[in-house]
């Protein structure tokens, strides 16, 4: 059974920071490339990082350049998303996501509030 479970979120105060984690199980980590989107409210999900299956390419948004870093240890079957510098518009939904040749697979995602 394929799972992707998010942990880490919560609420954090403007300029904090916050580590997500997205743990894998049921199929082949290493072989997928993995992503973190988010969705805020009234708003569509967006793409917010990316890494190749080695970890030795990451994407960002233009939204979270400079703040946030996404890495994986393929011998955890985890992915993380360290968010710093956190801002109210980071405010949202975070998902995991797999992305395979054939599959697809989505955690349920993580709240995270940035408010004072």
């Known amino acids: 059974q394929v799972q992707l479970v998010e942990s880490g979120g919560g609420l954090v105060q403007p300029g904090g920071s916050l580590r997500l984690s997205c743990v894998a199980s049921?199929?082949?980590?290493?072989?997928?490339?993995m992503n973190w989107y988010r969705q805020a409210p009234g708003k569509e999900r967006e793409l917010v990082a990316a890494?190749?299956?080695?970890?030795?390419?990451?994407n960002y948004a233009d939204s979270v350049k400079g703040r946030f870093t996404i890495s994986r240890d393929n011998a955890k079957n985890t992915m993380y998303l360290q968010m710093n510098s956190l801002k109210p518009e980071d405010t949202a939904v975070y998902y995991c996501?797999?992305?395979?040749?054939?599959?697809?697979?989505w955690g349920k995602g993580t709240l995270v509030t940035v408010s004072s």
């Open positions: 996501n797999a992305q395979g040749i054939t599959y697809n697979y």
């Open positions: 049921g199929f082949t980590f290493s072989t997928y490339g």
């Open positions: 890494i190749s299956r080695s970890g030795g390419s990451t």
